[in-house]
């Protein structure tokens, strides 16, 4: 089921288009400090050591894509900003407020981090309406007839105007991507979490997600936490690229990739980013032979 | 060698009347229902399956009729024939007193749906509460689960002496056997439809504020819901079953009662249509708690007639 | 270190593992409620403690075991029966379309007539008393059986045939490599489901055909942990009814665990998911 | 039934229970249905349509009948008898004392099958699995009727009473009544439990309906059902045969307010044979019907009042040889519908026992219980009456006396 092309996006028009209606909250900030996070799932001793010491900073309003072999440990990292997981040492901040750190190992899942998931998450017994407009009503934010009706707007922005009162096993994957970052942004979080959000899509709708998530990231100038481990997603996305170590993962490589935003598909060919990709492929694929000569079933 | 070539369109799980073989992608909103069903009936009604099927039964019934009256094998002579069976039910004065125009018939049916239905509400009342919560608080389940288990290998039927010894009347025991044939069911299903639930939609709950009150109700209820439905499935067919052997152990009216009687009584025809009766009711009662099960889940059924996305 | 998947490792898992602290705390707990409120005769059920001092007893008494013989001997006829009918007619109507179109329907007719319905009619068709229970058994665990596998072979994905077709093997060939290994485990779910059925139902079956008035001839022999509780309760010794059911209980228990340790052998492949 | 859900939780395994819901489309199938499918369905049809018409077309076989072999040969015979229905002890002392050895030619094998109520009986003999049934008067005319099933006759009448098969019995804390009709009426609206299908249930309807009496509820449930519902303080009255009525009172389960005698019904066992046995073999059937009379004979006798019980003892379970013995020669007062003379055994039909069969097929017949009114062929009182003929005895033979209670010098 190939995605129809949002109505009237068009990527010519180079002046940015200003969201006058996102930016009402206090400048948010959303910057996200990790400083010698260790983390051990089970005992100490017999545990499997899953991050290592890991420190690097997510600078607020920025894509930071966190590049790393499969298994080694991006997702526990990820789980952990958002609540899921606790760490077991070192101390995460969130703006200069404790996320998690070893008198509060678990820090609570809240609207500030928003979490895009792997597989996608949207309430499959909810019509896409009811999905986006969930956040608000929960939180008590909004009654049920502002959330809805912002909810409308928000789909109408995102060219997904007709599908309002579908179900979420109606629509192609790639269009349910789409409602579940509109899901998030409803919220407005101070960072979005994507889990590989695009890794089951194909190249092609890849390539339309790519574009539309720089485009949303254009409006709404929230920090974005990305993981993957497709090197190419990541330094044609990102402003900070971070290359993971394999299991127990630290930083090994950090890059700022000073291709300007907003970027477009002609990026992939511009001799600036090969350079970044010759740079990066080398640490990156060391990571990998090692992740695959310890057998590790991606987790 | 018969044909093996698998079909890879839409070959997904049906629902509702007939085999959807529709490989339209576009199911929307725009073909009304009724034009659905009607392309599904022409299509159902060109292909060979309405044929075979009548064939079954016309191979079924000349079986019964072959055996019983024409040929009167050993074993089978004794049986009353279809015809037989078949006048005595549709005779307006039957030689046994028992056909579709005696009252007492529906007399039987009344009381043995009643019993099912008063059961199987109280099976779901208790049942699905308690799995969702088995299913949703951990702590709750390590404490109330080993004991559920601990009595869950105990046959219902198991319990006809004890539940005639423990309840007053001969009423209260067999809705307490259908009961307890249901509330097994019921709360493993529902238990098992809450834990089935994948993790990430909880997470993305949490995420957007909701408490775990509201996890509750807008997350895990719904997510079990398939589940329950195919529960309260299993329990209504489990009920009719349990139901039968507390009629015949000791009871007054009711269809198990009916056949137990017309057994001593030797009225070996009446027996039959009681058994045949007790097939039809319990069929559509569970295709009843299917049909509910599916316009509860619209979700689900839009999802499923679409060949199901991943 | 114990090599981790031994058994004994498993074991002091389980015992060390706060799970079992809390389930055997309840069970105690339970027991506890059901003594008391026995004892301060609230219900008419016997106390834990009476039925424990009859277990006791009857452990002693060949004639309890030999009733466990009879109700094993006739679940597993009904049982194996069932798989050797219940499992060709359900992979028949997996495969060929001609064959499900005129055997589902009937089949999908009888089904909602509970097995216990047939233990009058079994009584009078069949000669014997332990071929009718046998019967009745055999209805319960047929069904689950046919089900289990018809739902197996449709759930085998297409890719499977696609490439078993690619490579040019004949319709024996997908049926022997593809279909009968694709619904095995299935088969293995509607044998465990099955003979739980087969368990409930030969209770009742025994029960109804020994002393419940559709009695069948020979009175008051008959035999079977189901005629076992319903003659405690005719000659009014309820601690032995407990005795029974706890008894039916256990054998079931035992059985479906057997068939999954089966299930287990027979579908390696499907351990470590 | 607990049907377990899940035995393996495997994602990939989709499981069904004993009622899947929607099962798929065979997805094995061709999902579009060709021309060619059609067509291979219609032939698969017509050839199922052509060994029907082939099969209707063959002859009927001839009603099953079992052959019994030649006269004089061995002969292998199931004996359906109650050792708790006590007008029918002849069955019981036949099987205790043998009688039959001295009639049945040498080598022959007999098989006595305790059945817990007639009806029981009647079915195994409609099922080929019983040949001579000891059985009440209802069980025994309705397996008259069933000759299209297997023809069954009545040869013999084993014994007739005012309170064997029609004894009221209400629980301990009732009222107490000043008279039988008095408990009869407070039977109105109450829980009263008898055996379908046997002489109870027959005579309990014609006397509701003579008093025009509607209990609230009308249970079908066995002996022994009764027994442990009385036990269980569950039953407000059931009507009962002996030897039972007389367990539940000596054992204080229930107690004794009226029977036939109070009303004037009384009812009566009977013996019964197919055709078939009674064609290919009078050699058997006389044979047995000899000996039949030895048993009543021995029966009349006071003298082996303790050897009968003793041999009731020996053939029951759950029951006391005092109880036993009271059933049969138990002396109870007028109030609660005692006789003295407790069974006449006729042994061939007397008036009494043709006129008892006749009313009581007129009622069964009334009440839909049987499809006709007896067929005249039904009832042989010639092979009794030759008998009888012979040893130049009278009907009844016999009949079994109530005893001071100082007779039971047993326990």
């Known amino acids: 089921m190939s995605p129809q092309p949002a109505p009237g996006y068009d990527r010519s028009i180079t002046t940015p288009v200003e969201p006058a209606s996102l930016m009402t909250e206090t400048s948010r900030k959303g910057e996200i400090r990790i400083e010698d996070v260790v983390k051990v799932y089970g005992s100490e001793a017999a545990g499997i050591r899953a991050v290592d010491k890991c420190t690097f900073d997510v600078p607020a309003g920025k894509i930071t894509v966190v590049v790393g072999p499969s298994g080694c440990g991006k997702t526990t990292l990820l789980n952990a900003i958002a609540g899921f997981h606790s760490i077991t040492s070192g101390t995460i901040y969130l703006d200069d407020e404790l996320l998690c750190g070893t008198a509060r190992p678990r820090a609570d899942p809240g609207p500030d981090r928003i979490v895009v998931f792997q597989n996608g998450a949207l309430f499959p017994w909810k019509t896409i309406i009811e999905n986006v407009a969930f956040g608000p009503i929960v939180q008590g934010r909004m009654t049920r007839k502002q959330a809805l009706d912002k909810a409308r707007t928000m789909l109408a922005e995102a060219g997904l105007r007709n599908l309002e009162s579908n179900y979420p096993g109606e629509i192609s994957s790639g269009m349910r991507r789409r409602v579940e970052i509109a899901r998030a942004l409803m919220n407005d979080p101070k960072v979005l979490l994507l889990d590989e959000p695009y890794r089951a899509l194909d190249s092609l709708t890849k390539s339309v997600m790519h574009e539309a998530l720089l485009e949303t990231f254009d409006k709404n100038q929230v920090t974005i936490f990305f993981i993957t481990h497709d090197l190419e997603e990541a330094i044609f996305l990102g402003h900070r690229v971070v290359i993971m170590t394999t299991r127990p993962c630290r930083p090994k490589k950090v890059l700022t990739i000073d291709i300007p935003h907003p970027r477009d598909y002609s990026v992939l060919t511009a001799k600036r980013f090969r350079e970044y990709l010759d740079e990066t492929v080398e640490a990156v694929h060391e990571e990998a032979l090692k992740a695959f000569a310890a057998g590790e079933r991606e987790r | ?310 | 270190m114990m090599e981790p998947d031994g058994y004994a490792w498993w074991a002091l898992q389980a015992v060390s593992s706060i799970k079992f602290w809390r389930g055997a705390l309840a069970i105690m707990a339970f027991i506890m409620l059901w003594e008391l409120a026995s004892r301060a005769g609230l219900s008419r059920i016997p106390t834990p403690s009476a039925v424990a001092v009859t277990f006791n007893e009857l452990m002693r008494d060949p004639s309890y075991w030999f009733s466990w013989y009879l109700s094993t001997q006739r679940v597993f006829t009904g049982f194996i029966a069932a798989m050797l009918l219940g499992i060709p007619l359900g992979l028949g109507m997996a495969v060929s379309r001609t064959f499900y179109g005129t055997v589902f329907p009937v089949f999908e007719v009888l089904r909602p007539i509970p097995p216990l319905a047939w233990v009058p009619a079994s009584i009078i068709f069949w000669p014997t008393q332990e071929l009718s229970i046998a019967f009745v058994t055999f209805l319960g665990a047929f069904y689950a059986v046919v089900i289990n596998v018809i739902g197996g072979a449709q759930a085998i994905d297409m890719r499977y045939y696609q490439a078993a077709r690619s490579m040019g093997s004949s319709s024996w060939d997908i049926f022997r490599r593809i279909i009968l290994p694709g619904t095995l485990p299935s088969i293995i779910v509607g044998a465990t489901v099955g003979i739980g059925i087969a368990w409930a139902v030969v209770v009742a079956a025994e029960m109804i055909s020994g002393g419940g008035s559709a009695g069948s001839m020979g009175g008051a022999k008959g035999g079977g942990l189901g005629f076992f509780i319903w003659n405690s309760y005719v000659g009014g010794s309820y601690t032995q009814i407990v005795v029974g059911m706890i008894s039916i209980g256990i054998a079931g228990y035992i059985s479906s665990a057997l068939l999954r340790k089966l299930g287990e052998l027979v579908t390696p492949w499907l351990r470590e998911q | 039934m607990a049907v377990v859900q899940r035995a393996a939780p495997t994602r990939a395994a989709r499981k069904f229970e004993g009622g899947s819901h929607r099962l798929a489309a065979p997805s094995l199938h061709r999902s579009g249905d060709t021309a060619s499918d059609g067509r291979r369905a219609q032939g698969f049809g017509m050839l199922a349509g052509l060994v029907c018409l082939l099969a209707c077309a063959q002859p009927a076989l001839s009603e099953e009948v079992k052959d019994y072999g030649k006269p004089g040969s061995p002969v292998e015979l199931v004996v359906g008898y109650q050792p708790y229905y006590t007008e029918s002890w002849s069955g019981l002392i036949m099987r205790n004392k043998k009688f039959y050895e001295k009639y049945l030619p040498q080598g022959s094998k007999i098989d006595f099958q305790v059945g817990l109520q007639g009806a029981i009986i009647v079915n195994g003999m409609l099922a080929g699995k019983v040949d001579i049934g000891y059985v009440g008067d209802m069980p025994g005319i309705v397996s008259t009727s069933h000759a299209d099933v297997r023809d069954i006759r009545i040869v013999s009448v084993l014994g007739l009473g005012y309170d064997q098969c029609n004894i009221f019995l209400v629980r301990n804390d009732a009222p107490q009544f000043q008279s039988p009709d008095e408990a009869i009426k407070w039977l109105d609206g109450k829980s009263v439990a008898v055996p379908k299908g046997s002489c109870t249930d027959r005579f309990a309807e014609a006397v509701f309906k003579r008093f025009k009496i509607a209990p609230s509820e009308y249970l079908n449930q066995s002996i022994e059902v009764i027994t442990s519902g009385f036990r269980a303080k569950k039953l407000d009255a059931a009507v009962l045969w002996e030897p039972t009525a007389s367990r539940l009172v000596l054992e204080k389960l229930a107690r004794r307010v009226a029977s036939g005698a109070s009303v004037n019904e009384n009812d009566g066992g009977f013996m019964v044979m197919p055709k078939a046995l009674i064609e290919q073999r009078p050699d058997i059937v006389n044979g047995w019907l000899e000996a039949e009379l030895d048993a009543q004979l021995f029966f009349a006798d006071e003298k082996n009042a303790m050897a009968v019980s003793a041999m009731a003892l020996e053939q029951t379970t759950g029951f006391t040889q005092k109880a036993l013995w009271y059933s049969a020669y138990g002396s109870y007062p007028k109030s609660e519908g005692g006789t003295t003379n407790r069974i006449v055994l006729p042994y061939t039909f007397s008036p009494e026992a043709k006129d008892l069969i006749a009313k009581a097929g007129k009622f069964l017949f009334e009440i839909k219980s049987i499809k006709a009114d007896i067929r005249p062929e039904a009832v042989m009182p010639a092979l009794t009456e030759e008998i009888l003929r012979k040893r130049d005895l009278k009907a009844p033979v016999g009949e079994v006396k109530a005893l001071p209670d100082a007779a039971y010098t047993g326990s």
């Open chain 2, 1 to 310: 060698m018969t044909d093996l070539g698998p079909t890879y369109a839409g070959a997904g799980v049906n629902v509702g009347v007939g085999d959807a073989a529709t490989s339209t992608a576009d199911v929307t909103d725009s073909a009304s229902r009724f034009e659905v069903a009607a392309y599904r009936l022409s299509q159902w009604l060109r292909s060979p399956r309405p044929y075979l099927m009548l064939l079954g039964f016309a191979l079924f019934f000349a079986f019964w009729y072959l055996t019983v009256e024409v040929w009167k094998l050993p074993r089978f002579v004794q049986m009353p024939g279809p015809t037989a069976v078949i006048t005595e039910w549709l005779s307006p004065d039957p030689t046994y007193g028992l056909s579709i125009y005696s009252p007492e018939y529906y007399q039987h049916i009344w009381v043995s749906l009643r019993r099912v239905s008063v059961a199987f509400l109280l099976a779901t009342a208790t049942g699905v509460p308690l799995g969702l919560f088995l299913g949703w608080s951990q702590l709750f389940k390590d404490y109330v689960f080993p004991v559920f288990e601990l009595l869950r290998p105990i046959p219902p039927l198991a319990w006809v002496p004890l539940a005639i010894i423990m309840f007053e009347g001969s009423e209260t025991p067999i809705i307490f056997l259908t009961f307890l044939a249901s509330f097994y069911a019921t709360t493993l299903n529902t238990m098992l439809g809450a834990e089935s639930i994948d993790v990430s939609f909880v997470r993305a709950a949490y995420c957007l504020g909701a408490k775990r009150r509201q996890v509750f109700w807008h997350v895990v209820v719904p997510g079990a819901m398939p589940f329950i439905f195919t529960g309260l499935q299993i329990s209504v067919g489990v009920a009719w079953f349990s139901l039968v052997a507390a009629e015949m152990v000791s009871g007054q009216y009711g269809l198990g009662y009916l056949i137990n009687t017309s057994y001593t009584m030797v009225q070996y025809p009446t027996m039959f249509i009681a058994m045949i009766t007790l097939g039809v009711v319990g069929y559509v009662t569970s295709a009843g708690v299917r049909i509910i099960g599916n316009y509860m889940m619209q979700w689900r059924a839009r999802e499923l007639a679409i060949g199901g996305e991943n």
